[in-house]
């Protein structure tokens, strides 16, 4: 939820205090998509509803239009879409002056039914069937990402070539090192505060130049709009700082890769459904059989949290990204980690998840596959102990977009979950990166092969 009405806004507008209104929507890469509208005509006529082109729904990181989508195609022309903005969703952007933003719903122009392959919808119909059921969704995430010196424009004039960390040490929860990135971590934390985002904190991770932002739970839509926004923050709060920040999960080959983990717990009548007190290690059977079934479709929903080529090279032992989909006890070398055992904040962990995941996909697939596990009452081995990495006779993560591409495509849970037309979108949607990937010959291959081959 947002921290302001429509009618302090218009009490707002009338003083002077907000000129700007942004009406986004999410895109399939998680990203804010929209239109600056003034606040006068927002408020006249904009806040019912706007339009959109409908191929925000079906580009690439780079905005390509690629062939192949049955939702739009330049065969059809690229037509509109319905934009309706959510007003629960309205908030102040401190970092921005005398601007508002509003999240927005994606409706077919003719319909007006939401569009099933958008990402907000996506997650509100696996909310809707827990709903269903009596269950709540709470769930965080975390969002890790590095700083570099030099901002965007010079770093894309350069290649990303020599990129420079703004740290110079590793900084995992060291508060001296992070002090010298204060200047832009302390108003990332207030302004986001200030937006209605529940910081918890902010802290150093493991490795040279890297950042992590950790965000109070919440229910499972506003943990995603809180994701999303926040990731917008640090970027924009970077780029007025004259430094860059990066999702990238992997940007060099020596360098640990960001992650996104997700937290998550099942809540019935205001109480924690995950826990029971006389079973072990505290968890309930529902919360078993959720966990079995996270397990059992770790493989379907590996490309929600890895969506890139690039995503899959950060999954590397010894690094704290999974490589294998188990469950462990409070253990950071498994996919899945129990956390809060014995208490009232049990909760399941997925370390899958890279720092360039779309959250409202992550968290829908992520239902889908525990809701699944619930209905087949499927059974939950025991955890896994000690190292992880060395497990051979446990099941591996799809190590590659190309083998998460064909677990998603054949995916019967998620094709029941989301429906044929989504799972045919976003199989397309990775299809597509793998075929762009496929023709780029790289500094390496010719580094490696110019004199030698």
């Known amino acids: 939820m947002g921290n302001l009405t429509f009618d302090t806004l218009k009490d707002l507008a009338a003083k002077g205090e907000v000129d700007t209104v942004l009406v986004a929507l999410v895109d399939m890469q998680g990203r804010l998509m929209g239109k600056r509208f003034h606040v006068t005509n927002f408020i006249d006529h904009s806040h019912a509803e706007t339009h959109c082109c409908n191929y925000l729904l079906a580009t690439d990181l780079v905005m390509s239009t690629p062939e192949g989508f049955a939702s739009t195609s330049w ?19 401190p970092w921005l002056d005398k601007t508002v933003l509003v999240l927005g ?7 007006h039914e939401p569009v099933s392959h958008s990402p907000r919808a996506m997650l509100k119909k696996q909310i809707a069937r827990l709903d269903a059921l009596g269950f709540d969704a709470m769930m965080a995430t975390e969002l890790e990402f590095f700083l570099f010196e030099g901002d965007y424009r010079t770093l894309q004039k350069e290649k ?3 990129l420079v960390p703004l740290n110079g040490h590793n900084e995992d929860y060291c508060l001296f090192q992070t002090t010298k990135e204060e200047s832009f971590l302390q108003p990332l934390r207030n302004h986001l505060v200030g937006a209605g985002i529940p910081v918890e904190c902010t802290k150093g991770e493991a490795e040279v130049g890297q950042q992590e932002l950790n965000i109070r739970y919440a229910d499972a839509l506003a943990c995603a709009d809180h994701h999303t926004i926040s990731k917008q923050a640090v970027k924009e709060i970077a780029y007025q700082q004259g430094f860059s920040a990066s999702f990238l999960p992997k940007w060099a080959a020596d360098k640990v890769g960001s992650s996104s983990h997700v937290h998550m717990s099942l809540w019935k009548d205001g109480t924690p459904a995950f826990y029971d007190k006389d079973a072990k290690l505290g968890m309930s059977q529902m919360m078993q059989h959720f966990m079995a079934g996270l397990i059992a479709y770790a493989p379907d929903i590996t490309y929600f949290f890895a969506p890139y080529i690039n995503s899959y090279k950060r999954f590397a ?7 294998k989909t188990v469950w462990s006890v409070d253990n950071r070398t498994a996919g899945f980690r129990l956390c809060g055992d014995g208490t009232k904040g049990i909760r399941v962990e997925c370390r ?6 779309n959250p409202y996909l992550a968290q829908a697939v992520l239902l889908a596959a525990g809701l699944k596990g619930i209905e087949e009452k499927l059974p939950l081995q025991e955890p896994t102990m000690g190292d992880v990495y060395e497990d051979a006779n446990v099941t591996e993560i799809p190590r590659t977009l190309r083998a998460a591409t064909q677990t998603l495509r054949n995916s019967a849970m998620l094709r029941e979950a989301l429906g044929d037309d989504v799972v045919d979108h976003y199989t397309r ?12 010959v790289t500094d390496w291959e010719i580094n490696r092969g110019f004199e030698r081959a």
């Open 75 to 93: 065969e059809t022309g690229y037509g509109d879409y319905v934009l309706r903005p959510d007003l629960s969703t309205m908030r102040h952007l």
């Open 105 to 111: 719903d994606v409706l077919d122009h003719h319909t």
């Open 160 to 162: 990303y070539a020599n």
């Open 317 to 323: 032992k010894g690094t704290f990204a999974p490589t």
């Open 352 to 357: 899958i998840g890279g720092s360039d995941l």
């Open 429 to 440: 949607a990775a299809e597509w990166e793998q075929e762009e990937y496929d023709k780029v």
